[in-house]
């Protein structure tokens, strides 16, 4: 059953009259025969539904594929902690500094911080990137 945004969508579609029309190489609109385009939109259905068997259920929405992680490095580690840094000094530094506080005191705890995400981040890199390989392994091969 459609929802109430869907019927609305619908009713619009059969209010407005369409005009299929194409622009041929000498600049001039042409008009497209109905029953050209009406045969047209059947094949793009049936394609959709083809692909939706194939892969073995109906897919309301289309789902993205997952970009696969990468193996974790400890250069790619200190670039994000590098990132992260420059956010707790500006963090420190400006906003939770208070009244007493002095800019290199708060520079030098962003700095501890900024290091000690280095080896957090890794880990992460790790656990992240050992779970795809167990989620690879448990996983059906294709066809």
């Known amino acids: 059953m459609p929802t109430r945004k869907q ?24 008009e497209i025969d109905p029953d050209e385009v009406a045969a047209q939109k059947p094949v793009r259905a049936a394609k959709a539904d083809a692909a939706a068997r194939r892969n073995g259920k109906a897919q ?11 193996p974790p ?8 902690a590098a990132i992260l840094g420059v956010f707790f000094v500006v963090v420190f530094g400006f906003v939770l500094r208070g009244k007493n506080g002095s800019i290199p005191a708060a520079v030098g705890v962003g700095l501890i911080y900024a290091v000690a995400f280095v080896p ?4 992460i ?19």
């Open 7 to 30: 019927r609305r969508r619908q009713q619009k579609e059969r209010r407005h009259e369409w005009e299929y029309v194409y622009v041929d190489d000498e600049g001039n609109e042409v």
């Open 60 to 70: 309301s929405r289309r789902q993205t594929p997952r970009k696969a992680p990468q």
């Open 73 to 80: 490095s400890w250069r790619r580690a200190i670039k994000r």
């Open 120 to 123: 957090m981040q890794y880990l």
């Open 125 to 143: 890199d790790r656990f992240t990137y050992r779970v795809y390989l167990r989620r690879q392994a448990a996983s059906p091969k294709p066809r």
